[in-house]
């Protein structure tokens, strides 16, 4: 049946091809992927799936196809925002083509090996969190596996990443001339002095902690005590659990400096928290597989987690591969232009190809080795923490 996937995609690929360049040509950040939505979406109703626009999230959707015979069921979800100057300098139209090319392929074989497949929209991933906000509305509860691919600069089964929570702080004071400060209150000696302090946490960390912030805001004038002043922090960390301790913490920084200052304050959160991402070997060995019947050279789960991603929302309701496949070399940086490119050229394509066919014979795999998925789910239930 692998052969009968590998044929639906060799015969669709010029579509396949043609879109991932339309996304390409007409990038749209976070949450204002409309275009986006619609050309994946018209694209999925000539598939013959039954297609839901603006699915949870304004930008979001899901095309189902139900074979009407027993068996799991397999979800593929796409990413397709863009990267503000860079346009899709982190891939994700090539993502969405690889999940709707996987997803579609699947559905050829579906009515003889039953189940269902679903083909998730999951926009605004670079901050927004649309497979966050997917989790929240338990899209996710019943579906028995997730599945995507990932463009890198190299073959890779995975790899963990870290929980992010992302706070802005915000001063307020009194303003007053800076020849008499003693009638003012420092809004930006508030936020400095929250600043030096946050960053004096870094020492106390556990490791591969991230503290990183910026001053948003300091001031209009150098002869006006600011009234406001602004940080905005990502805290990072390998559980969301200790995150959340480390934001506490830096709270406190912040009520210190504001009774120091006679500043107050305001916290919030501006952009949507990514918790990290649970494992799941099963469907990484699969992958490897894939990889291995392709001749790939390949490299193991990443252990050490680096970036965020919202994935990890995803990966504490089902089993879950977010795997990576090569289309530049190791001196192509992440979120560039040359990253962008590499997602329409020839490399790019063969990516596309192969990263489907992987994509669609673990989902023929999972629907037809019942035992695998057995073993996938025992897997999430002990590592979830």
Not at 263 to 280: G, L
Request: net charge negative.
């Amino acid at each position: 049946m692998k052969e009968q996937l590998k044929h639906y995609i060799q015969e669709h690929m010029e579509e396949y091809k043609y879109l991932v360049n339309d996304l390409y040509e007409h990038p749209e950040i976070g949450n204002q992927e409309f275009r986006s939505m619609r050309v994946l979406c018209k694209m999925l109703r000539k598939e013959g799936f039954e297609v839901t626009e603006e699915y949870v999230v304004p930008t979001g959707f899901l095309g189902v196809w139900n074979s009407g015979k027993p068996g799991p069921v397999i979800a593929y979800m796409c990413e397709y925002d863009a990267l503000p100057e860079v346009g899709h300098g982190c891939g994700h139209n090539l993502i969405a083509g690889m999940s709707l090319a996987a997803g579609c392929a699947l559905k050829s074989i579906l009515s003889n090996i039953g189940g269902e497949v679903r083909i998730i929209g999951t926009p605004a991933e670079e901050n927004f969190g649309g497979k966050v906000s997917m989790a929240a509305a338990h899209v996710f509860d019943d579906v028995d596996a997730a599945l995507m691919l990932h463009p890198d600069t190299k073959n890779s089964l995975g790899g963990r990443t870290l929980a992010i929570y992302p706070l802005r702080f915000e001063f307020f004071g009194q303003n007053a001339h800076a020849c008499t400060p003693q009638n003012g209150k420092s809004a930006l000696d508030a936020a400095v002095m929250s600043y030096m302090s946050i960053n004096l946490l870094r020492q106390f960390a556990e490791p591969n902690t991230f503290i990183h912030g910026v001053i948003a805001h300091g001031g209009e004038a150098a002869n006006v005590i600011p009234a406001y002043a602004s940080l905005e922090y990502y805290f990072r960390g390998e559980t969301m659990e200790y995150v959340k301790e480390l934001c506490e913490k830096a709270k406190a920084c912040v009520e210190g400096a504001c009774t120091m200052s006679g500043c107050t304050s305001r916290i919030t959160t501006y952009e949507c928290p990514y918790d990290d991402c649970v494992i799941n070997y099963t469907l990484a060995d699969m992958l490897k597989d894939e990889y291995e019947d392709f001749g790939y050279p390949w490299e193991g789960v990443d252990e050490v987690a680096q970036g965020s991603s919202d994935v990890g929302s995803v990966s504490y309701c089902c089993p879950t591969l977010q795997g990576y496949i090569k289309i530049a070399d190791s001196c192509v940086n992440g979120h560039s232009r040359e990253m962008a490119a590499a997602t329409i050229s020839q490399q790019g394509s063969r990516a596309l190809f192969d990263g489907a066919l992987a994509l669609a014979d673990i989902g023929r795999r999972l629907i037809m080795e019942p035992d695998i998925m057995e073993k996938a789910w025992r897997e999430l239930k002990a590592n979830r923490k």
